[in-house]
């Protein structure tokens, strides 16, 4: 499966890897670790919070698994192109149409649409489109023989 992509692709993929398992790592670990401390002081945060970053430091854990298997971990740079493309579309763009952009939204923005560039050079989009268009039509073929029978 490797053998598809060149080396300096699967290398590319890994520093991505590494680079969002440290910056979502250190900004998720941090929190959760305070929040504790919050706990016993009688101030929790909000539950949403909590899963929030309780998923992120879950998310660093597993890029940090994709520098070793940067191809069977695929799905996680695409799940974070699709959420960051989906905050960009419906927060980022809401915020700026409405004229509402604060400095924190404005930085959001751009280091949300870095990080989706990034993705967007780094994927190696034939392989994905290769690979999972080729197995939805497998299960497509699978299930019309098997309506037909």
Do not use: C
Not at 37 to 49: A, F, M, N
Not at 85 to 99: E, Q
Not at 112 to 133: E, Q, T
């Amino acid at each position: 499966m490797n053998g598809e992509l060149s080396r300096v692709r699967l290398y590319a993929m890994r520093l991505v890897y590494l680079f969002n398992a440290v910056v979502i790592g250190f900004s998720s670990w941090p929190e959760l670790m305070h929040q504790r401390e919050l706990i016993t002081e009688g101030k929790p945060w909000d539950l949403v919070y909590g899963v929030a970053f309780s998923l992120y430091a879950a998310y660093a854990m597993l890029f940090l698994l994709g520098m070793r298997f940067p191809v069977r971990m695929l799905p996680l740079l695409l799940l974070q192109i699709l959420y960051k493309l989906i905050w960009l579309i419906v927060v980022g763009y809401a915020l700026w149409s409405a004229g509402r952009l604060t400095t924190a939204a404005t930085g959001s923005i751009k280091f949300f649409g870095s990080i989706v560039a990034l993705d967007l050079v780094v994927i190696p989009w034939p392989y994905v489109f290769g690979k999972y268009a080729r197995e939805l039509f497998k299960l497509q073929r699978k299930r019309q023989s098997a309506s037909t029978t």
